[in-house]
């Protein structure tokens, strides 16, 4: 293993956006006690961030520039960390690039250089964060030595470096962004789960789903021999289409069986705990002992005999739909309309024709959040069952209270990104949970 203290002292880094989910926090921090020289720039300003300055406040080396970028930044620097949305055009990057200055993001900085690790990698539209959590669970009931990282909240991948030894499994959900830093170095995880590919991240990807896919496929692209690709029964005629112009992919597929969108998450979880040899009677009790995560189609609670989910990092209109047809009642022709739709936020540039079909067949009423996606959607659709615009998030929560009835479900899934109205999807989340821990 590499000696981290000595590989990371005295280099120059410049790492491109301190933001506020927790991830860049513990990078830096763990850069920083390594002794790095670092220089830390984001477009927000010391106001805005000053809850992530707050936990950097005993690194008083560390050089913040804030409010902008600095070209010289990424001119004179011996590598660039950089967040995943970053555009891909980025005059910096751009920059750094034109200096073979080497840009990473955290998780690819840790698969360059962590030895003898088991790396396990979960990407797809929809499933990747409950799928991961479900084979770390699994790994960890099972006495093996897992470690959490990737698209993680507070989670910093690259400061898992110090925790891991040979031999270690570190299961990692990778967004598109993250993978697009792994396509950079050329490495995929050994094992390779894809659950789904939908559209998402049009506004990033400027509508192209083929460079959305792109950064997508690198979770097998450079794959070798021995390595392993599990996907659901969906998405095998996709990837095998890819495989096939892949002529060096030397890993297996393994294909689920079929199932309801949440039986599919757990085979695929399964299909990797097969790998480690883990008994079924472990994975059963691991699978029955999993209370899910919070803002997935997460039951909160029942208030007035009206049940209330989070579905918050639902962000795009599939997803929503896909929550709202899995708790429709299943006799929808006795009961009636029984579920009260809280959705809404920023604009993504995704389809929204299938997603109203959904809303006025299965919804009984739904209630806005006020955003670029929300306004799009009113203005260009008819919404055909009752509903409201809430000024807030507190106000839509009440407004949904409204038009519940006893047996109903409230149902906050809001299809759309959180940006303007909030500054992340956790901050969104936050806010719904206290709403709604509130209510009695």
Not at 400 to 405: D, S, T, Y
Request: charged share 25%; with cysteine.
């Amino acid at each position: 293993m590499i000696d981290y203290k000595k590989f990371f002292k005295g280099k120059k880094i410049t790492v491109m956006g301190l933001g506020l989910l927790g991830g860049a926090v513990n990078d830096i921090r763990y850069l920083a006690e390594n002794g790095a020289v670092l220089t830390v720039t984001d477009l927000k300003t010391a106001e805005q961030l000053k809850p992530s300055l707050r936990q950097l406040k005993k690194y008083p080396k560390i050089k913040f520039i804030l409010g902008k970028h600095k070209i010289e930044d990424f001119k004179n620097t011996d590598m660039v960390i950089q967040p995943g949305n970053v555009p891909m055009d980025s005059l910096y990057l751009t920059e750094a690039r034109k200096n073979r200055i080497p840009i990473f993001v955290s998780e690819s900085l840790f698969a360059k250089y962590a030895s003898g690790v088991i790396l396990v990698g979960v990407t797809g539209t929809r499933g990747k964060s409950m799928t991961t959590a479900l084979i770390y669970e699994i790994l960890k009931s099972a006495g093996r030595r897992v470690f959490l990282g990737g698209n993680v909240r507070n989670v910093s991948t690259l400061a898992l470096l110090e925790k891991v030894k040979p031999g270690d499994i570190v299961v990692t959900e990778l967004d598109s962004w993250a993978l697009h830093g792994m396509g950079e170095i050329k490495k995929s995880p050994h094992i390779s789960v894809f659950t789904s590919f939908m559209p998402d991240h049009m506004n990033y990807y400027g509508g192209n789903m083929k460079k959305y896919f792109s950064d997508k496929a690198n979770i097998f692209k450079h794959q070798e021999k021995g390595d392993i690709l599990v996907i659901r029964p969906g998405m095998k005629k996709l990837i095998s289409k890819n495989l096939k112009s892949l002529p060096a992919w030397a890993g297996k597929l393994v294909v689920v069986k079929p199932g309801n969108f949440q039986e599919e998450n757990r085979a695929c979880a399964v299909a990797v705990a097969k790998q480690f040899k883990i008994s079924e009677a472990k994975i059963k009790q691991a699978i029955k002992n999993f209370r899910g995560l919070e803002g997935r189609l997460q039951y909160v609670k029942t208030v007035r005999g009206v049940k209330i989910y989070n579905d918050n990092n639902a962000t795009t209109p599939e997803a929503t739909s896909a929550g709202i047809e899995l708790l429709q009642p299943q006799r929808q022709d006795l009961w009636g309309k029984k579920i009260i739709l809280i959705c809404g936020g920023a604009d993504k540039k995704l389809p929204l024709d299938n997603f109203v079909k959904v809303i006025n067949k299965y919804c009984k009423a739904a209630v806005f959040i006020p955003g670029t996606g929300t306004s799009k959607l009113l203005k260009n659709y008819k919404i055909k069952i009752p509903n409201k615009i809430g000024e807030n998030l507190k106000e839509a929560v009440k407004n949904a209270q409204g038009f519940a009835l006893r047996g109903d479900i409230v149902l906050f899934s809001p299809a759309f990104a959180s940006f303007g109205m909030f500054n992340n999807e956790y901050e969104r989340n936050d806010l719904f949970m206290k709403i709604i821990k509130g209510l009695k």
